[in-house]
């Protein structure tokens, strides 16, 4: 699997912003899709993003106008800029290249 490393994510209050970053490394052989899922206390891990290799992304309802998913595919990162945040984004964020291979998650708080 790639390693996958998470940062950016820390607290936030209501209406702020952040961006999360998530650089890949290892064996790179296969241009995947990469994206943004995220888990909250008691629910099931939920897609946030995605993007493929040539940039078409795909959005949750409840993030659309708010998030952007972007990638640098030479520097093997995908970035999640986060806007207008409210406390139902507060949550575990687990980056995902391809079929398998998960980062270790970081957390994003919105809290006044």
């Known amino acids: 699997q790639v390693r996958l490393v998470e940062s950016g994510g820390g607290l936030v209050q209501p209406g702020g912003s952040l961006r999360l970053s998530c650089v890949a490394s290892?064996?790179?052989?296969?241009?995947?899709?990469m994206g943004w899922y995220r888990q909250a206390p008691g629910s099931q891990r939920e897609l946030v993003a995605a993007?493929?290799?040539?940039?078409?992304?795909h959005y949750a309802d409840s993030v659309k106008g708010r998030f952007t998913i972007s990638r640098d595919n030479d520097k093997n990162t995908v970035y999640l800029q986060m806007n207008n945040v409210n406390p139902e984004d507060t949550a575990v964020y687990y980056c995902n290249y391809g079929p398998r291979s998960w980062g270790q998650g970081i957390q994003v708080t919105v809290s006044s």
């Open positions: 993007i493929t290799s040539s940039g078409y992304t």
């Open positions: 290892g064996s790179i052989v296969n241009m995947y899709a």
